[in-house]
């Protein structure tokens, strides 16, 4: 079984709507989550921290649910520059030195 | 923006060639990262160093190996390119303090192509 695990899509959007989708992580002693944007051949780049209270960065929305191992990311009114792959990340709880685990991505699609 | 650097961007070679990519940091971040992801594919870490002369292989093996003797430096060396090599390398680096992960940031990345 994979340390992070998400919905490889994708999901079909239309501008202007609500996307919502989930991550699974399978070790209960990880501390830090993250959620990383990837566009199509180009690097991951850090969206937002995923904090236990949940945090918001304009449109975007993340939770965490450390009782069933899960986080979130809800994308309000979708742009089509949201068009990505969105990795779920998360550190590896026996090591304290700062490696992280990638979920394979979840793939957005906004269309006009 | 993350001020870390990927040299070259794009790299076709031939097999058997030695090839070193570079990636360089200017954060002053102590741990660095290698990752290599094929197109669609998830990243997989094959290398990372906690510090100056620390590097350790990571999750997926690789026949590359690198160097740590510089806190900003983190080059990568394939000492006989191989198709099998073809991918692209992201280099990361993270700061923070021991016993807390941080958010890495990424270089741009290399395109490796051995023919």
């Known amino acids: 079984r994979k340390e992070v695990e998400q919905d490889p899509g994708p999901f079909n959007v239309p501008e202007g709507a609500t996307v919502a989708f989930n991550c699974t992580y399978s070790?209960?002693?990880?501390?830090?989550f993250f959620w990383y944007r990837q566009d199509c051949r180009k690097e991951p780049k850090l969206l937002m921290s995923?904090?236990?209270s949940g945090n918001e960065d304009g449109r975007f929305t993340a939770q965490l649910n450390r009782a069933s191992q899960y986080i979130s990311l809800l994308i309000r009114d979708s742009k089509l520059s949201d068009s990505a792959t969105y990795l779920c990340v998360v550190n590896e709880a026996t090591d304290s030195w700062g490696k992280l685990q990638f979920g394979a991505g979840t793939q957005v699609v906004v269309t006009p | 923006e993350a001020d870390i650097y990927q040299t070259p961007r794009y790299l076709v070679i031939g097999t058997g060639k030695k090839i070193t990519l570079e990636c360089s940091q200017t954060?002053?971040?102590?741990?660095m990262y290698w990752y290599q992801q094929d197109p669609g594919m998830e990243l997989h870490l094959i290398h990372y160093?906690?510090?100056?002369?620390?590097?350790e292989k990571g999750d997926l093996s690789s026949e590359s190996t690198v160097s740590r003797i510089r806190t900003e430096h983190f080059p990568l060396t394939l000492e006989s390119a191989r198709p099998s090599h073809t991918s692209q390398y992201l280099c990361?680096?993270?700061?923070?303090?021991?016993?807390?992960?941080?958010?890495?940031?990424f270089g741009p990345g290399t395109r490796l192509t051995v023919t």
């Open positions: 160093s906690y510090g100056v002369n620390s590097t």
């Open positions: 995923v904090y236990s």
């Open positions: 990361a680096s993270s700061g923070g303090l021991a016993g807390v992960t941080y958010e890495q940031y």
């Open positions: 954060m002053g971040h102590d741990k």
């Open positions: 070790n209960s002693a990880s501390q830090s």
